[in-house]
């Protein structure tokens, strides 16, 4: 499983970006998108199972950020809409066979982990 993560940048509160991470290998693995903020620990953000019927989003992105896969092209999207300043954080995409590791938010264990991105939100 290789993950690759991009499509970040700069923008102004109230914009939408959409993050891409390319997931060679991943077909059968859950996918979660995380976050770390400067001087924050790493959060989860959103995940989606490996068929992409179940998603989970964390409680301030909920209503914001959708996130979905394309199991042909090996690509999970996070579209965030409504960007808000404190959405400003590198995000990484990672990879685990089971949904729940992803979701728990507790970092150690998970399968993979790709690069991360920085997404940048000026109020």
């Known amino acids: 499983v290789q993950l690759q993560a991009s499509g970040g940048g700069l923008v102004q509160a109230g914009e939408s970006l959409t993050l891409s991470c390319a997931a060679s290998?991943?077909?059968?693995?859950?996918i979660g998108w995380f976050r770390q903020a400067p001087g924050k620990d790493r959060e989860v953000v959103a995940c989606?199972?490996?068929?992409?019927?179940?998603?989970y989003y964390v409680d301030s992105v909920k209503g914001r950020f959708t996130v979905r896969r394309d199991n042909v092209e090996d690509t999970v999207f996070l579209q965030m809409n409504n960007l808000k300043p404190e959405d400003t954080a590198v995000y990484y995409c990672?990879?685990?066979?089971?949904?729940?590791?992803?979701?728990?938010?507790?970092?150690?264990?998970?399968?993979?982990w790709g690069q991360g991105t920085q997404v940048t939100v000026s109020s």
């Open positions: 990672a990879a685990d066979r089971a949904l729940d590791p992803l979701v728990s938010g507790l970092l150690y264990g998970i399968d993979y």
């Open positions: 290998g991943a077909r059968f693995y859950a």
């Open positions: 989606i199972s490996s068929g992409g019927g179940t998603t």
